[in-house]
T-cell receptor, first 113, second 113 residues
Framework: NAGVTQTPKFRILKIGQSMTLQCTQD?????MYWYRQDPGMGLKLIYY???????DKGEVPNGYNVSRSTTEDFPLRLELAAPSQTSVYFC????????????FGPGTRLLVL | GEDVEQSLFLSVREGDSSVINCTYT??????LYWYKQEPGAGLQLLTY?????DMKQDQRLTVLLNKKDKHLSLRIADTQTGDSAIYFC?????????????FGAGTRLAVHP
């Protein structure tokens, strides 16, 4: 298993541009999460999904959108990039009820200028 | 409220033991985790402890949980240069249809010869 994979690894955006951060897991996990990590801080939850077709907001959802059309994929969309969205973005997955551990991808570093 | 606090920096000599401390506020947490993040990499699950346990040992790692004081610690025996990384404490508890994972800001462990 590759586990949780994310693309791209690094991206520079101009203010107002849009992009999609990709996340894929091959563990057949039901739950998937998007976090952001700002310098010197812990991770904050942006959005999560409990299964295909079901998504919901986390702590810091403003400026982002997600979709979950398949079990494997959970893309994160930035529509109008702002400097405040400069961060490292991590995707994670969890098997489901009774299995609490989340497994993380390697992250996407985003710089908005 | 939900809050996880860690000291930001720890420096140890190679071969010594490292102890990284964490305090949390929510007594309803079910699992407590230690994640390791090496430079430029994602979060790697090191170990976890269920909230009804006091101690867990896994090779060089020992986790101690003091529920009364809401204090969690990670001891790394015979610390090596490869242990240099940021260590995140996190707590999780069920709520709102997903297991919410709250992270501390991370402790940067520096191992010197």
């Amino acid at each position: 298993n590759a586990g949780v994979t994310q693309t791209p690894k690094f991206r520079i955006l101009k203010i107002g541009q849009s992009m999609t951060l990709q996340c894929t897991q091959d563990m057949n996990h039901n739950y998937m999460y998007w976090y952001r990590q700002d310098p010197g801080m812990g991770l904050k939850l942006i959005y999560y999904s409990v299964g295909a077709g079901i998504t919901d907001k986390g702590e810091v959802p403003n400026g982002y959108n997600v979709s979950r059309s398949t079990t494997e994929d959970f893309p994160l969309r930035l529509e109008l990039a702002a400097p405040s969205q400069t961060s490292v973005y991590f995707c994670a997955s969890r098997a489901g009820t009774g299995e609490e551990t989340q497994y993380f991808g390697p992250g996407t570093r985003l710089l908005v200028l | 409220g939900e809050d996880v606090e860690q000291s930001l920096f720890l420096s140890v000599r190679e071969g010594d033991s490292s102890v990284i401390n964490c305090t949390y506020t929510d007594s309803s947490s079910t699992y407590l985790y230690w994640y390791k993040q090496e430079p430029g990499a994602g979060l790697q699950l090191l170990t976890y402890i269920f909230s009804n346990m006091d101690m867990k040992q896994d090779q060089r790692l020992t986790v101690l949980l003091n529920k009364k004081d809401k204090h969690l610690s990670l001891r790394i025996a015979d610390t090596q240069t490869g242990d240099s990384a940021i260590y995140f404490c996190a707590e999780t508890f069920p709520g709102g249809g997903y297991n919410k994972l709250i992270f501390g800001a991370g402790t940067r462990l520096a191992v010197h010869p």
